[in-house]
C-alpha cells in the first residue's frame, strides 16, 4: 500500500514539473525580487499580457536571475507599475545589489529593439561579473 502511495507521488510530481519549471521565470512577488537582487544581477521584463508579443526572449542571458512581470496581474501589478515607475511596455531593469543599475522602456511602438537590448544587457552583467574582482 505505502509503495502504490508513494508511485502516486512521484508520478504526480513528474506530471507537474513541467508546469513548475515554466512558471519559475515569473515573479511572483515584488519581494521575491527585491530580496533576489540584494546577492545577485536581475534581470526583470515588465511587460502587460496584451503586449505578450513584444516580449524580448532573456532566457540565453547567463550569470544574473531572470523575471517576467505583468502589469496585469491582480496581486501585485499595480505595486510593480508603481514601485518600479513603469511608464511603457515592456520595460526591462536590472538589479545590482538592490539597487537598479539599468532601464529600457519601449516608446510609442510598444516594442524594444532586440539585438540592442541584448547586447546592452550582456555588457552591463560583464561589468557587473568584473567589479566582482575589483
Known sequence: MNRYIILLWCWLGLALLPSLLYSQDNIRSLQQVQLLSQDECVVVQVNADWNFSANI??????????????????????????????????????????????????????????????????????????????
Not at 65 to 76: K, L, T
Not at 102 to 125: M, P, V
Request: aromatic letters at 10%; glycine letters at 4%; hydrophobic letters at 40%.
Open 57 to 134: 526572449d532573456l532566457s540565453k542571458l547567463k550569470n544574473c536571475v531572470i523575471f517576467n512581470a505583468s502589469i496585469d496581474n491582480p496581486e501585485f501589478g499595480v505595486a510593480i507599475k508603481d514601485e518600479w515607475n513603469i511608464k511603457s511596455v515592456p520595460t526591462i531593469l536590472m538589479f545590482e545589489y538592490g539597487k537598479e543599475i539599468q532601464r529600457f522602456e519601449a516608446g510609442l511602438s510598444f516594442k524594444l529593439d532586440k539585438a540592442t537590448i541584448l547586447k546592452k544587457i550582456n555588457n552591463e552583467i560583464d561589468e557587473i561579473q568584473l567589479r566582482k574582482f575589483r
